[in-house]
């Protein structure tokens, strides 16, 4: 996967570049209701969603991506003609890159809990924005990835002494 979440893939004859950045995906969880982990793993499973909600996912991908709005919703309305399997594939590659990130390159804590159908709580991610002065507009464009990759630097930057934050396992542990 890509450090900014972009993926390249073919729509009916044509490659596109699909990227949910933050932002993206704030507007896909209000879109479908479900958080975007917990929409990858019900397209993967097989379990309840809607075709609007892979229609959701790749029309967002290709603003991201860098496809003009029009255009993006006009290929959108044409995704009712193409084969389903193909395109919740092409839905769930899309979200993977969008959650995964850099592979060679793992940054920032585990993801606590997630809200009710996976919902994620946008309102910390711009908290700490605020917090490291970055603006919102600059987060909204940032993978998640990115935002990890960035709040890390900003603590290195405050304190390049300090140790690791304790694993979860560790923190749990001070308090047996």
């Known amino acids: 996967m890509s450090r900014d979440g972009h993926v390249d893939l073919d ?41 609007r909600d892979v229609r959701d996912v790749l029309r967002l991908g290709l603003i991201g991506g860098g496809v003009p709005v029009p255009r993006a919703h006009a290929i959108a309305r044409r995704l009712d ?55 919102a507009a600059d987060l909204r464009a940032m993978s998640l990835w990115q935002l990890a990759a960035y709040i890390d630097g900003f603590n290195r930057a405050r304190d390049p002494d300090a140790a690791d934050a304790p694993t979860p396992q560790e923190e749990d542990a001070l308090w047996a």
Not at 12 to 31: C, M, P, V, W, Y
Not at 105 to 134: C, D, K, N, S
């Open 81 to 135: 003609g193409l084969p389903c399997i193909a395109l919740i594939a092409k839905a769930a590659l899309v979200l993977a890159a969008a959650l995964e990130g850099a592979e060679d390159e793992p940054v920032g804590r585990p993801a606590a809990a997630a809200g009710p159908e996976g919902r994620i709580a946008f309102a910390a991610f711009y908290g700490a924005a605020a917090a490291m002065g970055l603006p």
């Open 11 to 51: 729509l009916d004859g044509t490659t596109h570049r699909f990227r949910l950045g933050i932002g993206d995906l704030e507007a896909l969880q209000e879109a479908t209701g479900l958080g975007p982990a917990a929409l990858l793993q019900r397209l993967h499973a097989g379990l309840s969603y809607r075709f």
